[in-house]
């Protein structure tokens, strides 16, 4: 039971660098997602995507990219990492992305020096 | 503008006592409510969810009550154990928004 599966689990880059956070998930769902939780902030939306080739913006999207080229994945790259992207991101997949519970995985700790 | 808000960033209570968990919320377009549980170095699970629709939602010791005309949402646990210890957070459907979290400790 896979289920939604994140690489790496810890990253620390250098301000300026990029990479890309992967996500992959076996369950077939439409709906995929990134969120980073901050201390006191709680879980905010990045990106989200409700099925293959369609992604849009959430809460907090700048300085982030995704694309959703198969239903299993959905990366999520840094194009010039700062300081302020120091967070512990989750990625998460539901049926529908609307009144039906989320699977996250485990989640990626970056910190940006 | 954070439209779910949990107020209460920790809660202690003893084993066997009942643990009440808060949350409010501002937009009135949300329709569906989630309580996610998070245990550390670990990802977010769902425990329970109630529609708009409904006032109360029930699973084994979790129940979660909804309040529309005041924007509230509670989650009881009953009796609680000390595994329940962790983070619980508070979300709404549609637009995924999470609340700060609560973290719970259940004290043997």
């Known amino acids: 039971n896979a289920g939604v599966t994140q690489t790496p689990k810890f990253q620390v880059l250098k301000t300026g660098q990029s990479m890309t956070l992967q996500c992959a998930q076996d369950?077939?769902?439409?709906?995929m997602s990134w969120y980073r939780q901050d201390p006191g902030m709680g879980l905010r939306l990045i990106h989200y995507?409700?099925?293959?080739?369609?992604?849009d913006q959430g809460e907090v999207p700048n300085g982030y990219n995704v694309s959703r080229s198969t239903t299993e994945d959905f990366p999520l790259r840094l194009l010039s990492a700062a300081p302020s992207q120091t967070s512990v991101y989750f990625c998460?997949?539901?049926?529908?992305?609307?009144?039906?519970?989320?699977?996250f995985g485990q989640g990626t700790r970056l910190t940006v020096v | 503008d954070q439209q779910v808000k949990q107020n209460s960033p920790s809660l202690s209570v003893q084993e066997g006592r009942i643990s009440i968990l808060n949350c409010d919320y501002t937009?009135?377009?949300?329709?569906?409510f989630l309580w996610y549980k998070k245990y550390p170095a670990e990802g977010p699970t769902f425990l329970i969810s109630i529609s708009s629709i409904k006032d109360k939602n029930e699973d084994g010791r979790f129940t979660v009550f909804l309040n529309k005309s005041a924007k509230h949402l509670s989650l009881h646990i009953v009796p609680s154990q000390p595994g329940d210890s962790a983070v619980y957070f508070c979300a709404a459907s549609p637009e995924g928004r999470f609340g700060a979290g609560t973290r719970l400790t259940v004290k043997p």
């Open positions: 937009n009135s377009m949300f329709d569906y």
């Open positions: 998460a997949s539901s049926v529908t992305g609307e009144n039906t519970e989320a699977f």
């Open positions: 369950m077939n769902h439409e709906y």
């Open positions: 995507s409700v099925g293959a080739g369609i992604t």
